[in-house]
């Protein structure tokens, strides 16, 4: 088939766009054409750009933002995301039309309100021409404070997401698929976040992650632990920050890979005062990160892969998931992980048998003395490490993704 992938945005560090991309390469294994239309692409192949449906597009911020402003006039918003939606309309029919589409896969734009006259047009043009279209919602919007309250109801119960017969939903988490079915009557099919558990990785990656740690001058026997997140507060990163200064070592830091501003620059400018006061040497270097790879040694010259390899210790201190991409991918490379022990985690991923250090909520002697003994011995990390990625490849491989996309297609 011919389908559609249409998001706010694709290409980027973010989950969704590395889900995104996990995606596209099954369904390309399975033969289908892919088009992607976004207001961000990357590298994205057979992309088109529609600035407009960026959630930092002018525009639509101001009317998205005063949609979850109790003191703005509800008429007022209600009809200039109309008006967007009509415009952002007319272009998505042009691509649909200029590729010839059987489907649609929606990632995102339904579940979260970033971008309300995205979500509304594209779930007008699914209804009116009953386009199959498989929504793909990654985290929704009653799992944020920030969207608890609205001047717009009805538009986030017609689009966020919408009820449709030609529309097949997808959640990436148990606890996501209940909350759908208890709140909006709608079933879901759950689809864990995957990695590629059987890819080969290029012979010089152990080179270009000792040159990563070259960059950042870690001492040749210093402890390198990554947050291999955006800097977001319900990352948690403060509890990485507390974990490193109560470890006692003076040649550990902790190196933050992907960027921050998704949701302002304050967090950061708390998290770098944080680690002052502490004496934690914490490096934020998203500039130094680009998702593939590749580049010079300056600018974004380093893959997230390198950044895996070249860890001693992953943290993963999140509050709250859609599910977990950076532990995912601590487990396919098969290292040390320190992870909060966050709502998502204890539903789909604890009882499945890992061995990670675990933080509940805060940082214990108990777990100082776990992590100072993982450290110690690489013959444990080893065995773990082989023990984690058995279970990665049984629960979260592109073979899952595979076997969970054919029948969503015979489905539709």
């Not at 209940?178 to 759950?190: E, F, H, I, M």
């Not at 976040?193 to 990563?212: E, G, H, M």
């Not at 204890?346 to 061995?355: K, N, Q, S, T, V």
Request: hydrophobic share 45%; proline share 6%.
């Amino acid at each position: 088939m011919r389908i559609g992938v249409a998001a706010t945005r694709l290409g980027d560090v973010d989950g969704v766009s590395f889900e995104a991309i996990k995606w596209r390469r099954v369904l390309d294994g399975l033969g289908h054409q892919v088009y992607s239309c976004a207001g961000a692409l990357g590298h994205e192949p057979d992309g088109t750009l529609i600035r407009e449906m960026h959630f930092t597009h002018r525009p639509a911020a101001l009317v998205s933002q005063a949609a979850f402003d109790l003191t703005s006039d509800g008429a007022t918003v209600r009809a200039e995301v109309a008006r967007q939606a009509g415009a952002l309309r007319r272009r998505l029919e042009q691509w649909l039309a200029a590729h010839s589409l059987d489907m649609l896969i929606v990632q995102n734009a339904w579940a979260i309100p970033m971008h309300l006259p995205l979500g509304l047009a594209l779930a007008r043009l699914v209804r009116d021409t009953g386009i199959p279209t498989i929504g793909h919602h990654h985290d929704y919007w009653w799992e944020r404070e920030r969207f608890a309250d609205t001047v717009v109801p009805d538009i986030l119960d017609d689009a966020f997401p919408p009820d449709l017969p030609s529309v097949r939903h997808v959640s990436i988490n148990t606890l996501a698929a209940d909350d759908l079915r208890r709140r909006r009557g709608l079933a879901s099919t759950v689809i864990p976040n995957v990695f590629d558990f059987d890819q080969q990785l290029p012979d010089n990656l152990a080179d270009r992650a000792r040159l990563l740690r070259t960059e950042v001058r870690l001492p040749p026997t210093g402890l390198l632990a990554v947050q291999p997140t955006r800097v977001v507060p319900r990352k948690g990163i403060e509890l990485a920050i507390e974990l490193l200064a109560r470890l006692g070592r003076p040649d550990s830091m902790l190196l933050i890979t992907s960027p921050a501003g998704d949701e302002g620059a304050g967090y950061l400018v708390e998290l770098r005062q944080l680690a002052g006061r502490l004496g934690v040497d914490m490096r934020y270097g998203a500039n130094r990160f680009q998702p593939d790879g590749g580049g010079e040694a300056h600018g974004p010259a380093h893959s997230l892969a390198e950044a895996y390899v070249a860890a001693d210790v992953i943290t993963y201190p999140s509050l709250y998931e859609g599910f977990g991409n950076a532990l995912v991918e601590a487990v396919f490379f098969r290292k040390l992980l320190v992870v909060n022990r966050y709502p998502v985690y204890e539903a789909d991923i604890r009882p499945l048998g890992f061995r990670f250090i675990e933080l509940d909520g805060v940082v214990t002697h108990d777990v100082l003395e776990q992590l100072r003994t993982a450290l110690a011995d690489p013959d444990r990390r080893a065995a773990d490490g082989e023990h984690n990625w058995q279970l990665g490849r049984r629960h979260f491989s592109y073979e899952r993704l595979e076997r969970s996309i054919r029948e969503l297609l015979r489905g539709l």
